[in-house]
Nanobody, 127 residues
Framework: QVQLVESGGGMVQAGGSLRLSCAAS????????MGWFRQAPGKEREFVAA????????SYADSVKGRFTISRDSAKNTVYLQMNSLKSEDTAVYYC????????????????????WGQGTQVTVSS
């Protein structure tokens, strides 16, 4: 059973930056998909970004393209989400997710395609 632990959340002013980290309790194979989702109060959980095949394939939600970057350090079993030019609408609890079974024909934006989840880390952007 893989455990995912997020860190790096906090409060930042609009326009600022944060880097989230997600550490896995054990090595995750190169074929695993690693993703970030977020959930704002009163809203459904939504896809943010994902990386597949050790970074060869990256996907982003339109709302974060050009501002957020996902990366993966396999040696450290860690995935990062660099968030720049933060906006108040980025305020949410951010969740790390991992999929051991997602094939390339499956959508990395579908939360149902992930079988491991972290506990979440709060990001608050003040305007």
């Amino acid at each position: 059973q893989v455990q995912l632990v997020e860190s790096g959340g906090g409060m930042v002013q609009a326009g600022g930056s944060l880097r989230l980290s997600c550490a896995a309790s054990q090595h995750t194979a190169s074929t695993w998909t690693m993703g970030w989702f977020r959930q704002a109060p009163g809203k459904e959980r939504e896809f943010v970004a994902a990386t597949r095949r050790l970074g060869i394939i990256e996907s982003y939600a339109d709302s974060v393209k050009g501002r957020f970057t996902i990366s993966r350090d396999s040696a450290k079993n860690t995935v990062y989400l660099q968030m720049n030019s933060l906006k108040s609408e980025d305020t949410a609890v951010y969740y790390c997710a991992a999929s051991s079974f997602m094939g390339l024909t499956m959508s990395s934006g579908n939360s149902g395609n992930y079988n491991y989840w972290g506990q979440g880390t709060q990001v608050t952007v003040s305007s």
